[in-house]
């Protein structure tokens, strides 16, 4: 099973700030990575697929990076609709995995 | 826009069962592989089973894998989960989830598209 590492587990940060987050694989997963971001009380949302794509109505602020082992995903300057929390995930191989979660809040 | 709508779930005792159900519609159900995935309250996010879109090959989280079936009936849209030997930990919302943002046999498993708002598992024991 690959483990995905999410650091750090709380960022908290002003609105306008530049936000990085990080997320290691366990082994090589290409560009197989995907980011969500969740908002309390509603469902997970794809803003990133195969590490660097945006999602269907993502905003350009949200770009992700990476390859093999060790991915970004950096929103540029946060918005107020921004502070959430941000998973990490992989499909380069079964079973499919989650990191444990980035907390993004308002410093 | 894609809708998906799960039901099924409920308060039950360990070592029972409960079906799962997902009504999809605003799409063709029948091209896209399906996801469920749960999230125990105040947690993270653990994939449950994948089946493609012709129900023919399914996967299975370890954790599941003998005790859950993930199943599909393209002609009624919907994605169905049946949860047999329920422990504890299995606790949470159960999310149904299309495949997306893929093309052709990438889409299997695809990433998770438009989420279902899940229904609620709750084992006690």
Request: overall charge neutral.
């Amino acid at each position: 099973e690959i483990v995905l590492t999410q650091s750090p587990a709380t960022l908290s940060l002003s609105p306008g700030e530049r936000a990085t987050l990080s997320c290691r694989a366990s082994q090589s997963v290409s560009r197989y990575l995907a980011w969500y971001q969740q908002k309390p009380g509603q469902t997970p949302r794809l803003l990133i697929y195969d590490a660097s794509d945006r999602a269907t109505g993502i905003p350009a602020r949200f770009s992700g990076s990476g390859s093999g082992t060790d991915f970004t995903l950096t929103i540029s300057s946060l918005e107020p609709e921004d502070f959430a929390v941000y998973f990490c995930q992989q499909r380069r191989s079964w079973p499919l995995t989650f990191g444990g979660g980035t907390e993004v809040e308002i410093k | 826009q894609v809708q998906l709508v799960e039901s099924g779930g409920g308060v039950v005792q360990t070592g029972t069962s409960l079906r799962l159900s997902c009504e999809a519609s605003k799409f063709t159900f029948s091209s896209y592989a399906m996801h469920w995935v749960r999230q125990a309250p105040g947690k993270g996010l653990e994939w449950v089973a994948t089946i493609s879109f012709d129900g023919n090959d399914q996967k299975y989280a370890d954790s599941v894998k003998g005790r859950f079936t993930i199943s599909r009936d393209n002609s009624k849209n919907t994605l169905y989960l049946q949860m047999n030997s329920l422990r504890p930990e299995d606790r949470g919302i159960y999310h149904c989830i299309k495949s997306s943002h893929c093309v052709g046999d990438d889409c299997y498993p695809g990433w998770f598209g438009p989420w279902g708002q899940g229904t609620l598992v709750t084992v006690s024991s």
